[in-house]
């Protein structure tokens, strides 16, 4: 195991993937907590998909970031955050943590907004294969349907 991956008992750097779905809000509230106890940093990313309107979706993902990190804040965690665009949502997050040094990964086992939850639990179930830190799987209920990214429903976050 190389010196990056060492693993810690105590996470400096926790990265949360979120697509804005209910299923991520609940892995929201549990990194947040794991953050303030380890008083570690959290990392929020958004990955959009390429072939979707992506500066739209961009600058929605990074609006909703930013309230996000503005309620971390103030809770007393220290949070930033990146939108990522591409084809290979999974090797998205894993270049984030490879490239924020990321020491642990929390992700919710189903996704609705933006991907579909059959897709989100490969995304899950890929890390789980392919990172080298450790993964905290936040699982939740399956959604009975899938949940559209609207700007009326923004105001849950935060």
């Known amino acids: 195991m190389s010196e990056t991956y060492a693993f810690s008992t105590i996470p400096a750097k926790i990265l949360l993937p979120i697509d804005f779905s209910p299923s991520s809000h609940t892995a929201l509230e549990k990194a947040t907590e794991l953050a303030l106890h380890f008083h570690a940093e959290l990392y929020l990313v ?3 998909p390429e072939g979707s309107n992506i500066e739209e979706a961009k600058t929605e993902a ?21 939108v990522e665009v591409d084809a290979d949502i999974a090797g998205a997050i894993l270049d984030v943590v490879e490239r924020e040094k990321i ?3 929390v992700v919710s086992t189903h996704g609705t ?17 392919l990172v080298h830190v450790p993964v905290l799987l936040i699982r939740t209920e399956k959604p009975e349907s899938s949940v559209k990214l609207i700007s009326g429903r923004l105001m849950e976050w935060w």
């Not at 907004?113 to 294969?129: M, N, Q, R």
């Open 46 to 48: 958004h990955v959009v």
């Open 62 to 82: 990074a609006g909703l970031l930013a309230k996000s990190i503005t309620g971390l804040a103030a809770k007393g965690v220290r949070a930033t955050s990146s």
């Open 103 to 105: 020491d642990l990964v």
């Open 113 to 129: 907004t933006g991907w579909h939850p059959l897709v989100f639990g490969s995304i899950a179930e890929k890390l789980v294969k």
